[in-house]
């Protein structure tokens, strides 16, 4: 029988349970109007269109982050090598100087918001295609512009914790996808 209703021991429940599945590890950045840099550690990002190529995200809007991107017109996603655990670390800290000691690289000189993490395997320049608010959260949806990719490993988090993939080319006994 379904519950109608969650208290606080089921979204406890809920998070332990939504764990159980990896995904990959990402920073997403913006520049405000005023030209400060805002960042954040996401995990919920994903592919949603080709054509249009379009990505998709989600902020807490209790963020502190949250008024950046609620405004922002572009942002830079980088998504994290296996060796980044610290910058996701950081950049998922409220508060922190998330961007000392990272010499971040302007991806595409003429967008503010261009911010790519140096030794990132991916990035994604975006602009904003949509907003939607959906429950506590805001969706953004982003139309790609620009993107590169490099040949690094992910990080990937599962279990409430950080770890790497094996290297897909590596035979593991599973059949690849077709």
């Known amino acids: 029988m379904c519950k109608n209703s969650f208290n606080s021991s089921d ?5 332990r349970s939504l764990s159980q599945y990896p995904t990959g590890v990402a920073v997403v950045t913006t520049v405000d109007e005023a030209g ?25 809007r209790s963020a502190g982050s949250y008024r950046a991107f609620e405004r922002c017109g572009s942002y830079t996603i980088s998504v994290l090598a296996e060796n980044q655990a610290d910058i996701a670390r950081r950049f998922a800290t409220a508060g922190a100087d998330k961007f000392a000691d990272i010499a971040t690289t302007d991806t595409c000189p003429d967008e503010p918001g261009a911010l790519q993490i ?13 907003r939607l608010v959906v429950g506590d959260h805001l969706m953004l949806i982003g139309e790609v512009q620009a993107f590169n990719a490099a040949d690094r490993r992910p ?10 993939i094996q290297d897909p080319h590596q035979q593991t006994g599973l059949n690849r996808a077709a």
């Open 11 to 15: 979204k406890r429940a809920l998070r």
């Open 36 to 60: 400060r840099c805002s960042g954040m550690t996401i995990n919920s990002f994903s592919s949603i269109s080709m054509n249009p190529p379009l990505v998709a995200w989600c902020v807490d």
């Open 118 to 130: 140096p030794g990132a395997c991916a990035w994604l320049h975006c602009t904003v295609y949509r």
């Open 155 to 164: 990080l990937v988090f599962a279990r409430g914790d950080f770890s790497a």
